[in-house]
């Protein structure tokens, strides 16, 4: 099984700064199709996660171009350009290149 | 507008089972794949189950293979877990999500709370 490592488990960023998550795995989210199907998922407490990030870098419709998602192979990053307060909550990556399916441990982001 | 709704969850006894529903709308369904994820109280979220559009191959969670059946209705619009011999560690909120080419999940149901306790 695809374990994918987050990190840190948790961030406090101050408005209008920068923030960046890490999702590791040990084995590369190539498909065979070529594509890497990896994505990023952002969840508010007592809510749904909501697609923020698809196959690496593909920004979602609706996803603030504050966003973006990066990397290749077992390293993917996913990065805010300048935090808004909307964005506190837990992201998690996610990969959908092998079965079963798994998603990172999460990272709290906290607003300051 | 996309549209998941899930239902089906409650309070049951260890050992029983249950069976969670989730209707969709607002998208071609019977050409997506769907899918269940759990997230226990406090953590993170955990991949269960995966069914293709013609609801002929169904995935599961290593862990969870044998007590949980998926399964789909392409003419109701409606997904279906079975789950059988419930284990206080299953206590979680179950999500339906819509996955569209496999890849990733776009939309989401608001969830539904299982809690096993006796």
């Known amino acids: 099984d695809i374990v994918m490592t987050q990190t840190p488990l948790s961030s406090s960023v101050s408005l209008g700064q920068p923030a960046s998550i890490s999702c590791k795995s040990w084995?590369?989210?190539?498909?065979?199709?070529?594509?890497?199907?990896v994505s990023w998922l952002h969840q508010r407490p007592g809510q749904p996660p909501r697609l923020l990030i698809y196959e690496v870098s593909k920004r979602f419709p609706g996803v603030p171009d504050r966003f973006s998602g990066s990397g290749a192979g077992t390293d993917f990053t996913l990065r805010i350009s300048r935090v808004e307060p909307e964005d506190a909550g837990i992201y998690y990556c996610m990969q959908a290149t092998h079965f079963p399916r798994s998603f990172g441990g999460g990272t709290k982001v906290e607003i300051k | 507008e996309v549209y998941l709704l899930e239902s089906g969850g409650g309070l049951v006894q260890p050992g029983e089972s249950l069976r969670l529903s989730c209707v969709a709308s607002g998208f071609p369904f019977s050409y997506h794949a769907l899918t269940w994820v759990r997230q226990a109280p406090g953590k993170g979220l955990e991949w269960v189950s995966t069914i293709n559009r013609e609801g002929d191959r169904a995935y599961y969670a290593d862990s969870l293979q044998g007590r949980f059946i998926i399964s789909r209705d392409n003419f109701k619009h409606t997904l279906d877990l079975q789950i059988h011999s419930l284990r206080a560690d299953d206590t979680a909120t179950y999500f339906c999500?819509?996955?569209?080419?496999?890849?990733?999940?776009?939309?989401w149901g608001p969830g539904t709370q299982v809690t096993v306790s006796s």
């Open positions: 999500a819509n996955d569209p080419s496999t890849g990733y999940y776009d939309f």
């Open positions: 084995q590369s989210l190539v498909h065979d199709n070529g594509a890497t199907y």
